[in-house]
């Protein structure tokens, strides 16, 4: 908690920028996208975190997941777009292959690091560290440019013969909150974000086209802005109707400063956009 806390500090007033996730059906082939900026470190911490909740991850385990991430992606961060230049960064998190976790960073930017650039106190110790707490550590280029930080763990699971987790609300419930408080929210306009993120996670798979579930999460600079789909024709109506309470109504729509369906690419299936501001 205190290594987040400094980190945040540290980020300051910098914009996260839009937020890309793919969520499957279950954990496997899970990703995020995102801006390589030292905002979106955090993000990622919250990304993978969620990650671990579903596998069932101990805590040593989490822990080693989150340092490792951090610091992969705190290297494309310092170095894949150099002279001020930006451009993204990708995080997949994959448990396809056997027992084990595969974590892969990825940028488009200059490429593997040089033998130089190792020897420098901050890359070399980072990516010590994510060799200490993975089981393989690979970089490898990316076809027309870029780098990927490829890392296996041998997951422990606290619970192993329980059922994983879909992936939709630790995710969510994580990086929308996060979010929604680098864009300076109240702890009651928080709670309301945290509420909308859980309503998401469990109504929108019921109406997505091909069990992917993708959400976009703008940093619009007090509001968070949030594209959900691609839903069903109907989709999105059906999913504000399915998060009706008794006598409360549809949640979305009573905590949301702005709720509409985006049928512009109807061919690509339907969109639910969610608007959420700071207030007071």
Known sequence: ?????????AEGDEPV???ELDLGAHEAGSSIRLPARVAGVAVVRQ????????????????????????????????HAYPNGNSGP???NV???EGEELVVVVRDHGRGPPSVDVLDDDHDGYGLSLIEAVSDDLRLEPVEGGGTEVRMRFRHARETPEEPLDAVHSPVLRRVIALMAAHAGF????LSDAVLVAETLAAHTPAHATNGVVRVAIEDEGGAVLM????LVGGGAAALLESSRLPAYGPVLEHLADG????????????YLVVRLARRG
């Open 17 to 19: 920028g839009t937020v």
């Open 259 to 270: 709720v509409e369906a985006d049928t512009s690419q109807a061919d690509q299936g339907e």
């Open 47 to 78: 990304f993978v975190t969620g990650m671990g909740n579903v596998l069932h991850l101990d805590e040593y385990a989490c822990e080693d997941l989150k340092l490792a991430a951090t610091e992969a992606c705190t290297n494309a961060v310092l």
């Open 227 to 230: 594209r959900v789909g691609p």
């Open 186 to 189: 109240s702890m009651d306009r």
């Open 89 to 91: 960064m990708e995080v």
């Open 94 to 96: 994959d448990t396809a």
């Open 1 to 9: 908690m205190e290594e987040e806390n400094r980190s945040a500090d």
